[in-house]
């Protein structure tokens, strides 16, 4: 009898033992099931981002393209998303109003932009139809920051202009007039934000707190004298895909 009790309680140690380690094998499995999900959601986000900025930089060529075609001569950043002016074609030393050859460069730019916008952009009024010759794809533009800069030389003399984040402000605002006033139907497109439509195009101006350039040699202050178009782009359902992966982290 007691040898009988000992054979039991041996099978029944031996049951729980392989009851436990088909627990934690079933355990590994749904975790290495969890790990492949969550590394297939966040390649899925990485692509649509990497894809997001392709987009972006074949945006910024074209510009540049059209621009270069135009005599406009533009420098292009497509890390960053930025179409670059530099200030002598549009601005005198000092001064916050755009010279004549400013106004012609800008009113080509906004040609260009008004061509490119529709594709990538939404309006308030009205749903439009994307125009025939836009690309097939879903990445589209959340905002375009007009920015202002200067180099690091201190303004002279008092006015209205106090300092070069003023200058840069002002520079960047009139920019943006002139490319409304060029091309009024710019400034109706805007990016969707849930239910609302906000406004694509935007201002701000840095001074001389934003170089591209170091130092202050000649070279370096012209090449931080400029109107930089900034572009973000947002990718299709990214919002959406980064909450998911977000709420199965938080689980």
Same mark, same amino acid.
């Given at each position: 009898?007691?040898?009988?009790?000992?054979?039991?309680?041996?099978?029944?140690?031996?049951?729980?033992?392989?009851?436990?380690?088909?627990?934690?094998?079933?355990?590994?499995?749904?975790?290495?099931?969890?790990?492949?999900?969550?590394?297939?959601?966040?390649?899925?986000?990485?692509?649509?981002?990497?894809?997001?900025?392709?987009?972006?930089?074949?945006?910024?060529?074209?510009?540049?393209?059209?621009?270069?075609?135009?005599?406009?001569?533009?420098?292009?950043?497509?890390?960053?998303?930025?179409?670059?002016?530099?200030?002598?074609?549009?601005?005198?030393?000092?001064?916050?109003?755009?010279?004549?050859?400013?106004?012609?460069?800008?009113?080509?730019?906004?040609?260009?932009?008004?061509?490119?916008?529709?594709?990538?952009? %939404?309006? #308030?009024?009205?749903?439009? =139809?994307?125009? /025939? *010759?836009?690309?097939?794809? $879903?990445?589209?533009? +959340?905002?375009?920051?007009?920015?202002?800069?200067?180099?690091?030389?201190?303004?002279?003399?008092?006015?209205?202009?106090?300092?070069?984040?003023?200058?840069?402000?002002?520079?960047?605002?009139?920019?943006?007039?002139?490319?409304?006033?060029?091309?009024?139907?710019?400034?109706?497109?805007?990016?969707?934000?849930?239910?609302?439509?906000?406004?694509?195009?935007?201002?701000?101006?840095?001074?001389?707190?934003?170089?591209?350039?170091?130092?202050?040699?000649?070279?370096?202050?012209?090449?931080?004298?400029?109107? %930089?178009? #900034?572009?973000?782009?947002? =990718?299709?359902? /990214? *919002?959406?895909?980064?909450? $998911?992966?977000?709420? +199965?982290?938080?689980?």
């Amino acid at each position: 009898m007691i040898l009988d009790d000992a054979h039991e309680s041996e099978v029944d140690e031996e049951n729980y033992f392989v009851s436990m380690t088909d627990m934690m094998v079933g355990l590994v499995f749904i975790f290495i099931i969890m790990l492949m999900y969550f590394a297939l959601q966040f390649q899925d986000i990485t692509d649509q981002m990497t894809g997001a900025d392709r987009q972006r930089a074949e945006i910024l060529r074209e510009l540049q393209e059209t621009l270069r075609e135009k005599g406009v001569e533009v420098t292009i950043d497509t890390q960053n998303g930025i179409l670059r002016l530099p200030d002598a074609i549009l601005f005198d030393s000092g001064r916050a109003e755009l010279k004549a050859d400013g106004l012609i460069a800008v009113g080509h730019l906004a040609d260009a932009l008004s061509e490119v916008l529709p594709c990538y952009t %939404d309006t #308030r009024e009205s749903v439009q =139809a994307r125009p /025939s *010759t836009c690309p097939d794809t $879903a990445y589209r533009i +959340e905002s375009v920051y007009i920015e202002g800069h200067t180099d690091v030389d201190a303004l002279s003399g008092g006015g209205l202009i106090r300092d070069n984040l003023d200058l840069s402000a002002i520079r960047a605002t009139n920019t943006f007039r002139a490319l409304i006033d060029h091309q009024p139907a710019i400034a109706a497109r805007c990016s969707m934000k849930g239910d609302d439509c906000a406004a694509v195009l935007s201002v701000s101006g840095y001074g001389s707190e934003r170089p591209v350039a170091a130092g202050d040699d000649e070279a370096a202050k012209r090449s931080n004298r400029r109107i %930089d178009l #900034r572009l973000i782009m947002v =990718a299709p359902d /990214s *919002t959406a895909a980064i909450q $998911a992966v977000s709420q +199965e982290l938080n689980r």
